[in-house]
Structure formats: C-alpha cells, structure tokens
C-alpha cells in the first residue's frame, strides 16, 4: 500500500484512541473512525494520494503547538507552508481584494451558530445546524497541495471530511448531476460584499462525480484547529487538484441541479476562468503562464504539476474531455 | 541666494521622498514583515513606486502653471529619474528574483504575455530619457530634446496599461492612475493649443 506515514509520528498517534468532543466548539459525533476503517470505507485512494495522515478521533480545538507539524511532509515529500502564511494570505474578496485583507478583515464574521441548507434535486432536504451537517462525516487531517489560479501554491493540513459523506446522506435524485455552493451574504459581517467587485453571493460547484470523489473534502480546521475566519470559517470545500478559487468558503447551501452552476469567477471573466477550472501547466491563463508556481517559502518556482500532482487519482473523470475547451 | 537654497531645500526633499519607498522594502525586509509571497511584494511595490512617481514627474509642470510656483521646473529631472531607477529595479527584480533569469521563460512571458510586452516596452522606452536628461543632452538636441522627451507619456501610458492588465479583478487603483494621467495629458493638450492657435497638439 503506498501510505505514506512520517517514520516521526508515533504508531499511537494514529491508532484511534477516543473521540473527543468539544462541545462548546463543535465537533462532528463520528469523529473518530481508524484509519484502516477510513481505507475500508472507500476513502483509500484518494486519501492516500493526497498524503492523508490519519489521526482520527480527534477534537477540532488544537492549537498549532500541540502537534509537531514540523516532520509532516505530502506524499511528494513536501513541507507544510507555515501557519502563520496560510492564515495570512487569502482570496476572499467578501474581505478586500488584497492578499491580507481577510486576516485584517475577517474577524467580523461570527462562524457560531451557522446553519447550511441542503436541497435542490435530492431526496432528504433540509436546513442544518453546523454540528448536525457535519454529523456523517469521518473527520481526518489532509494534506493537500493547494494551488492557486495566480501560479503562487501552499501546502496545508486541513482538517475535514469526504464532501461524499454528506451528499449521501441526501440522496441526490438520479436527474441530479451537479453540486452548487454558496457563500454568507451578509455585508455587516463580510465588508467587502459592499463593493460590486464580484456578484454575491460566491458561487461554485462541481459536477456529482468530481464532488463524490475521495480527495474533496469539506474542511472545517486547519493545523488540527477550527478554520480561522479567513480561511473560509467554519466550513469550507477543497478540491485539491483545481485551482483554489473552486474551494468556497464560508457555505450556506448545497444544491443539487441538473444544470452546470454558474460559478462566481466564470461569471465575472468567462474567458479567463471556466466551470472545471483544473490545475494544468499545458492551458495557460489568458494573461498568464500556468507552466510554473510559486511555492510560498521558496525562491525558485516549481513545474506546475497535472491535476496539481493528484492525476492517477482523477485523470478518469475527464477522459475524453479536452481540458482547452472546458478549462 | 535666497532662491539657490530653496531648490538645495526642495531637491533635498526629493532624494529623501525618493529613497523612502527603497528604504521602506529594506526596512520591512530586514523586519521579516513583507508578508507570505515576499518576493511578490517587493515587485509590486517597486512597480507602484515606479508608476506613482512617473506621475508625479509628468505633474510637475501643470502644477507649476497653475500655481506659479516656478521653483518646481528643476524638480522633473530628479524625479523622473528616480521613477526610471525604481522602473529598472521592478524588471530586474521580475529577471533576476522572479524568474530566476530564466531566459526561456522571459522570452516567453514578454512575446506572449501582452501586460508584460507593454511593460517592458514602457522600460525600454525610458531608457534613452534617462540617458539623455543631462543639460548637454539637452543642448546637443535642441528642439529634438523636448519631442523625444514626449515619449515619457507614451511610457507611462504603458505602465498603466500593464498594471490594469495585470490585476486579476480589481482594477480601482489602475483605474485611478490611468484617470491622473488623462487629466494630465488633457491639460498639456489644452495648453499645447493655447499657445499655438491652430495648430495640432503634438
């Protein structure tokens, strides 16, 4: 099997050992499940290509300084981008248009309560609390390349579960073919949504079998700790081999449609960013080369990689399918 | 005398507002507060610092007019050439740090990348200004001088174009600069056929 398990981690680190819950934070109720329950489960290979480090069972309210993070490495033998840059530097225009706008911006924003609304072409629709939303997923720590459409790339640990576990639980209709996202509108807690500068509220989507795959997860901590509000508190959607404006934040609804949701950024610049939005060396921005990224913390840029890296595991959901033409 | 220390004063006042902007990156670098993606800031700063002063040299003579302020004339060449010297260092940076000097990839970003072509060609164009701003280049040209000079709007037109090009979506600042520059040229035009009735704007 090609887990990749730092030698540094001790054995007991990820045998589960209990479920902790956190209430006055919160915590999904199955939090805990082995790792070796996770690979039985389905979840084996995308988790395992995304460098997955099981430490189930574990309650979201970590500090950074709990853990050392400092052995963790991707599959590729990666290190993590630093904490302190991956919460320092953010798109998320509902805070400014500028990189540290959301750490400076964002702690109007009150992740507790929140509530997400699922619906659309499904059987079992309904609007949940936090808790309960997240309630049939199997939280983990991943750790995932995360590149970005301006051909800059972190590595972050993220803390969250298979987007999976809760599409099925709401039983998409078999006309079903997409998944849409949305995000907060609420100008008071998110400032920048009173600039005209995207159209609110952020949309994204994937289509039902890119959104059933292994490696997307929704995320709800980083570093083994709650998402800080700029990272898209206090849930988030990752897609680790497309480009990173595809992960919204901050998610109110989940709806499932027959037509392709209309992203945000495909809205704004159609010619610039399309619905699949695949990280590719091979199809360049308009403006800009994608060949190449900077990696935060490096001085010399890296070769772009296929799907960001993640191709054995998802080159089969575009055969066929020239990825110029649905960019 | 009275008006020889003045422009000691002011020309003083250039260098130190002209060094403030390089002394702010070292400064910031030296303190580690550049941010997550410093290489990123340092090229955009050098190339808003390049810009802004661009500007500013171009308004030094409507303000002049405007305010009687003759003082201000001898300020251009300083400026102009500090808004040339950060210029330089915004696409040594993008050569040299950025790109590693990558020559393949230069190449590649400069025929096929049009924000960096117009960026480039602004730089390029900026090079025989500089070169020529010295009082005997200015005697050896005569008239030519000041037409060859002209291009300095040509150039920062160019800069602003890369800049409003180079946003991802946000486009209020270059939209700003690309505003003052229209003013600015507006009021050269309107000047320029003030003085010559008839005749075109050149």
Known sequence: MLIRKPNDIPSS???????????????????????????????????????????PGRAMAQTPGQRDWSAVRTERDEELTPFEDVTSYNNFYEFGTQKEDPARNAHTLQPRPWSIE?????????????????????????????????????????????????????????SARYVEFKTLVDPVQMPGQRSRVL??????????????????ILATGVYGQDLPNQNGAPIRLVVPWKYGFKGIK???????????????WQRAISSEYGFYANVNPEVNHPRWSQARERRLGEFNRRETLLF????DQVAGLYAGMDLRVYY | MN???????????????????????????????????PIEQVLHRLGDTALILLLVTLSITPVRRLTGWTSLAPLRRPVGLFAFFYLTMHFLWYAVVDQTLDMEFIIE???????????????????????????????????????IHRLVYVATSLGALHFYWQV?????WPIVAATVLAVLMLLRIRWSRQSRPGSPAD
């Open chain 1, 118 to 174: 699922v619906g659309g072409m499904c059987a079992n629709p309904g609007v949940y609390g936090l808790e309960e939303f997240v309630q049939p997923g199997k939280m983990e720590d991943r750790i995932y390349r995360m590149r970005c459409v301006e051909a800059w790339s972190m590595v972050i640990p993220w803390y969250g579960f298979a987007l999976k576990d809760v599409i099925d639980r709401a039983e998409p209709l078999g």
């Open chain 1, 250 to 264: 901050s998610i109110v609804s989940m709806t499932f449609t027959e037509q392709p949701p209309y992203n945000s």
């Open chain 2, 3 to 37: 008006k020889k220390r003045r422009l000691l004063l002011l020309k003083g006042l250039v260098w130190l507002l002209g060094l403030a902007p390089l002394a702010w990156l070292i400064w910031r670098g030296f303190t580690d507060r550049l941010g997550a993606n």
């Open chain 1, 308 to 311: 960001n890296g993640y191709v």
């Open chain 1, 13 to 55: 680190e990820i045998t589960p050992e209990r479920v902790y819950i956190n209430r006055r934070q919160f915590i999904g109720k199955s939090a805990g499940i082995a790792l070796g329950g996770a690979a039985g489960s389905g979840l084996i290979g995308g988790a395992i290509a995304g460098g997955l480090v099981g430490r």
């Open chain 2, 168 to 172: 991802k979506l946000d486009t209020y």
């Open chain 1, 199 to 216: 159209d609110w509220p952020y949309v994204e989507g994937l289509r039902l079998d890119e959104a059933r795959h292994p490696l997307a």
């Open chain 2, 109 to 147: 970003d400069i025929m096929e990348r049009p924000y960096i072509l117009v960026g480039f060609t602004a730089w390029l164009l900026l090079i025989p200004l500089a070169i020529t701003s010295t009082r005997g280049w200015i005697r050896r040209l005569k008239k030519n001088w000041q037409r």
